[in-house]
């Protein structure tokens, strides 16, 4: 298949090293600090609560989404609307209920977070189910690992450990050393829970290897849960999943006799069998139960010469709405998470409309519910506008730069294909350079939209703020970033800040603009390396 050639990589890499100046009569010029902040103090206002699916403060963001698409020149990208209908069951526990093992009563929130996605079940009674231990949940064939050997956990409460067996030992016992894989996300581990028919799946809370402490579990799970409306109402799935802290997780291992870490590490080795924690569990979930269609956002910018093919730019919209209030504080605004990243998406498509339509469309895509599993690209995914083998690619962005330029960019997902090559040249018309990710335990190329292209076999590219900044270096950004996980995400406290210095997002943003666009001015077909697991679903569409 064809690649980018040294032609159109140095004409890239041209483009990427020029800025946008050129303002227009509807606002300040593309890809600007001004008109990415523009659009966050909309987005990101108390006015819009939050952006949670199927508020008052949805209506405002699609309602805004759109008319920005049309002012940027973008033609609606669904049989002649600019959205995609999202069906979703949306699920609230109404009653606070609590967690009890034998003599023991743990307390919502404070001790543990659950809920069903059963959507025909608005109560559910576990009572006197066997907890049963069953390492980090994993069943994975191709690495000779099954953390159900033995074991039918159908009936019993499962408990297990978040992230991969090899997190903790950094070597790499077939899960990629530090670098998650699906096995550790808990999509992954309640979807296997559902499979092994368990009537309960508990998740054991660590702040490194989840990657956000347990306040950041308490606001994201807690409050309205969505999903996408089943045709089976979710019935395959496990009557109640949640998360237990590690406090209450060591105090159910020492009342079984067992020591946690010992139990721990013997879950990081093949060959490891479930253990009974000889206790059980029970627990009331009472549920409102609702129905509704949620909405992506699409526009599209038609291809001149080969309209049929596409290059996707996409950003989530939808952040938490309401949640767990701080100092009085009950919006979880999502500024950073992902105002930004709409606001990235916007501009792109007016910097695209300045230059003028490339040889194949160009898609632009505001996802919704992708605080709740990625619904919302996970829906796109299995109705897709644009064939996955007519897609040439899919760009991502989830969470621009707020402080300022950076000597490089940090790909998700180093290694899985050749677009980051691409960036790479792009970046050396920038004086840049391109990186890894600095967290990649943090599993985050399985983590936002772009996941859900690539299981079609769409190469993607989740490229943003590097963590060199030209102002204080790696340990100013390594502060910086502890400090948000810390403090605003997924809390109230990610709000707009006029402090904000979007400089380095614009960067970045022309290098997003420069590959999209070289790939969307060629025949060139993005390909995926040998060693992703998602090459063969390219090379089945024939790319």
């Not at 999903?227 to 109402?233: C, K, S, T, V």
Request: proline content about 4%.
């Amino acid at each position: 298949m064809k690649k980018l050639g040294f032609a159109a990589a140095a004409l890239l890499a041209a483009c990427a090293s020029s800025t946008a100046t050129t303002g227009t009569a509807t606002g300040p010029a593309p890809l600007s600090h001004d008109a990415l902040v523009s659009h966050v103090r909309v987005l990101a206002s108390d006015e819009y609560e939050g952006r949670s699916p199927g508020t008052h403060g949805e209506e405002l963001t699609v309602a805004y989404i759109s008319r920005a698409f049309a002012a940027a020149g973008l033609q609606p990208g669904v049989n002649g609307d600019w959205v995609q209908d999202v069906p979703l069951a949306t699920a609230e526990v109404t009653n606070n209920p609590t967690l009890r093992v034998g003599s023991s009563a743990y307390a919502y929130g404070a001790d543990w977070v659950g809920w069903t996605k059963r959507q025909n079940a608005p109560r559910i009674d576990l009572s006197n189910a066997e907890l049963v231990f069953v390492g980090y949940g994993v069943t994975a064939p191709e690495n000779n690992w099954d953390d159900f050997a033995g074991v039918d956990v159908r009936g019993k409460v499962i408990v297990m450990l978040i992230n991969d067996p090899d997190f903790d030992t950094g070597d790499d016992r077939g899960f990629g050393g530090r670098r998650m894989t699906y096995y550790g996300r808990w999509t992954y581990k309640f979807e296997e829970a559902a499979r092994r028919g368990a009537a309960g799946a508990l998740i054991v809370h660590e702040d490194a290897a989840a990657a956000y402490p347990w306040p950041v579990v308490n606001s994201s799970w807690t409050g309205p849960q969505h999903d996408l409306a089943r045709a089976d109402n979710g019935a395959d799935r496990a009557q109640v999943e949640g998360w237990i802290t590690n406090r209450v997780a060591r105090e159910l291992f020492t009342r079984a006799g067992l020591d946690f870490d010992r139990e721990r590490a013997r879950a990081q080795n093949r060959g490891f069998t479930p253990v009974s924690l000889r206790q059980r569990a029970s627990v009331t979930l009472e549920t409102t139960i609702e129905r509704h269609a949620s909405r992506n956002v699409i526009g599209v910018l038609p291809g001149r010469a080969r309209p049929q093919e596409a290059v996707l730019y996409g950003a989530h919209w939808d952040h938490l709405g309401r949640c767990t209030a701080v100092d009085g504080d009950d919006i979880c605004n999502g500024a950073r998470d992902n105002a930004t990243g709409v606001a990235g998406l916007i501009e792109l498509a007016r910097e695209y409309q300045r230059h003028g339509a490339p040889e194949r469309s160009v898609a632009f895509i505001a996802f919704t519910a992708e605080e709740s599993g990625l619904l919302g690209s996970q829906y796109y995914g299995e109705h897709q506008i644009f064939e996955p083998r007519n897609t040439a690619m899919m760009i991502n962005m989830d969470g621009l730069s707020t402080v300022g330029p950076s000597r490089n960019m940090s790909v998700v997902g180093f290694g899985q294909n050749d677009l980051q090559d691409t960036l790479a040249t792009v970046l050396l018309g920038q004086d840049r350079t391109i990186s890894p990710e600095t967290y990649p335990e943090r599993g985050s190329f399985y983590r936002s939209d772009h996941f859900n292209l690539a299981r079609t076999g769409v190469p993607v590219l989740y490229a943003g703020a590097g963590d060199d900044l030209v102002n204080g270096g790696r340990e100013r950004s390594r502060q910086l970033a502890e400090a948000y996980i810390a403090n605003a995400y997924h809390k109230p406290d990610d709000e707009i800040s006029d402090d904000w210095d979007m400089s380095g997002a614009t960067q970045d943003l022309q290098a997003l603009y420069a590959v999209g666009r070289g790939v969307a001015d060629s025949d060139a077909w993005p390909q995926w390396n040998e060693s992703s697991e998602f090459r063969a679903a390219r090379t089945a569409q024939g790319r």
